[in-house]
């Protein structure tokens, strides 16, 4: 069932990397799809250290008040200044389907719009749910960048 969805971002420190590994943990379909590795605590740990460091990167946990409910990871200024590119939208797989990534989406684009001119989002593999859900969301698959890489653009102005 579809609900109105009210989502808050909170950004992602390194003390935050269980929740994430969480997250990951409840998304078995989505790890076997990219690979079957599910990336340990430690992984995370790490990432979310490299993470700190580049400023234009942002990794946000969604939240529906105290519930985690997914994973933002996106970049401003890339591939250019103008642009921001979501590299990760991650629902738990049993809120998939609810109208939580849509929501997600609509925050996104209403933090950028004014600052960015076009949101991209980089589907890796062979994740044909993913690409349905960018179409429905309203981006246009730009170009494929290889077998297992696909880029979804929409305009923000
Ligand atoms: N097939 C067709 N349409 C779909 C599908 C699908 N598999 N999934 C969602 N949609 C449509 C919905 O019907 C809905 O359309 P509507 O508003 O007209 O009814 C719209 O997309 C929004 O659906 P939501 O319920 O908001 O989608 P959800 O909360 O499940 O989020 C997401 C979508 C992010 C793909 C989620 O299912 C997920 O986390 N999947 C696993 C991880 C993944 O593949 N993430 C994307 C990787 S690519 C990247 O992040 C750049």
């Known amino acids: 069932m579809k609900v109105s969805v009210q989502l808050d971002f909170l950004p992602v420190t390194p003390d935050l990397a269980p929740a994430v590994h969480n997250l990951y943990l409840s998304c078995p379909t989505y790890i076997a799809l990219i690979g079957g590795e599910i990336p340990s605590l430690n992984d995370i740990e790490r990432e979310l250290e490299t993470l700190r460091h580049d400023t234009r990167r942002q990794a ?54 004014g600052r960015m001119e076009r949101l991209y989002a980089v589907v890796y593999g062979h994740n044909e749910q993913a690409k349905r859900f960018w179409e429905r969301v309203g981006f246009e698959h730009l170009r494929d960048s290889g077998p297992n890489l696909s880029w979804y653009l929409k305009s923000l102005r």
């Open 60 to 113: 946000v946990l969604l939240r529906q008040g105290e519930q985690v409910v997914g994973f933002l990871d996106y970049k401003v200024a890339h591939p250019d200044l103008h642009s921001a590119t979501i590299s990760l939208l991650l629902i738990e797989e049993s809120l998939q389907g609810k109208g939580l990534g849509k929501a997600a989406v609509e925050r996104l684009e209403a933090l950028l719009r």
